[in-house]
């Protein structure tokens, strides 16, 4: 049968009608374990009776009625993501795309008002991911995403990933910002030290670049703190957030300080569905659940859990799996094989994960993920694996 839908993606040859916390449920009534989470979105699970809730009880209220008019739920997500981090100030959107071209509009406003329009150059790290459109490409500046959309956005610097001698030597008093994730989900589940963010937060200080971080796949809990770079004991002038905020409604926000926002007045940014009164409300029931720091310490408790049966995998199949890589529940299978051939041989074991760059598959699952769960998620990775040893 002929798809009317634009080809971008290759898709795998299922469909799925319904979910149940870890479990995503095909058409046919096939249970799959679910440890791609909409690739880090669902962070609470399919289905969350909490989030159901929340958004059931928006939808019998008032569902639009645009940035024109003040929105109570878009202030309650801005003060509890205010209450829990470094930010000042909150722009909510609808994706990590929207925030990240936000992020860069911020910086570029910020030096501008400074009286320095041309201190445009963004420093960014090779392997990045920060959306799809053209200025999002342009700051990763790989082929891949690049080729035939030229002529690109002007003004970034990437460098090489774990060059961290010349990703300090890059930032200079011409650098308007460092822009990277403190981990790479895309990239290849790739931490940054948290030696290196404290150095680059010193870089910026001295230099006055800002220091904007995407924790678009980072954060929400997924590393066990609220933002991967609280492991740090740092924070950013301008954040990215989306994914699991919404816990699979779409929603973004940009979070920054008084200083960096300060060009950002009436008129400078818009959005349409942006802050909605469905998606805060639902944004705000997820903030409530994972900042909870009991929360946030079982994610730490079966992270290691985890973490021990990957490692149990990587010994038991050393053809087919090289590590293990990653923090919290933001997990990488380094591995031998072609990660897309895991993935596929995962999906006869009824196993959901995701492949992404570095020859890395990625575990990414519900943050509220059993115990059970877990050593269920093991046998059937081990079984994918013996299929292809």
């Known amino acids: 049968m002929t798809s009317h839908v634009l080809p971008t993606y290759n898709r795998a040859p299922i469909a799925f009608e319904r979910g149940e916390g870890s ?117 990763a500046g790989s082929e891949k995403m690049t080729k035939g959309f030229g002529p690109l956005m002007p003004g970034f610097h990437p460098i090489p990933w774990g060059d961290h001698d010349a990703l300090m030597a890059a930032i200079t008093d011409k650098t308007a910002a460092v822009m990277l994730e403190p981990v790479q989900g895309e990239g290849g589940i790739r931490p940054l030290p948290d030696g290196v963010l404290r150095d680059l937060r010193a870089a910026c200080d001295k230099t006055g670049a800002l220091l904007v971080l995407d924790e678009v796949q980072s954060g929400m809990g997924r590393t066990g703190r609220l933002f991967a770079h609280e492991w740090a004991g740092i924070t950013p002038d301008i954040m990215m957030v989306a994914k699991g905020i919404g816990g699979g409604f779409p929603l973004g926000a940009v979070l920054a300080t008084d200083k960096a926002a300060a060009g950002m007045i009436a008129g400078t940014h818009g959005s349409t569905y942006g802050g909605n009164p469905l998606a805060c409300a639902v944004g705000a029931r997820v903030m409530e659940i994972i900042a909870d720091p009991d929360f946030l310490d079982r994610v ?76 269920e998620a093991a046998l059937r990775l081990d079984k994918a694996a013996s299929s292809l040893a």
């Open 23 to 139: 479990w995503a449920i095909a058409a046919d009534g096939t249970r799959y374990l679910d440890l791609g989470a909409g690739i880090a979105v669902n962070a609470l699970g399919h289905a969350n009776p909490d989030l159901v809730a929340a958004l059931t009880e928006q939808a019998g209220k008032i569902w639009h009625v645009s940035n024109l008019y003040q929105i109570p739920e878009q202030e309650r997500l801005a003060d509890l993501l205010a209450e829990h981090t470094f930010a000042d100030q909150v722009f909510v959107t609808n994706s990590g795309t929207e925030a990240a071209e936000l992020a860069i509009k911020m910086v570029r406003k910020y030096w501008s008002d400074q009286g320095q329009p041309d201190r445009i150059e963004i420093v960014t790290v090779e392997g990045a991911f920060h959306g799809r459109s053209t200025g999002a490409i342009a700051a």
């Open 300 to 375: 730490n408790r079966k992270a290691g859990l985890f973490r021990q049966k990957l490692e149990g995998l990587v010994a038991a199949h050393p053809d087919v799996f090289e590590g293990v890589r990653g923090m919290g529940l933001m997990l990488g299978l380094k591995c031998k094989v072609a990660p897309a051939d895991v993935v596929k041989a995962g999906y006869d074991q009824h196993i959901l994960t995701v492949p992404a760059a570095d020859n890395v598959l990625r575990i990414l699952p519900p943050l509220n993920i059993t115990d059970a769960e877990i050593t």
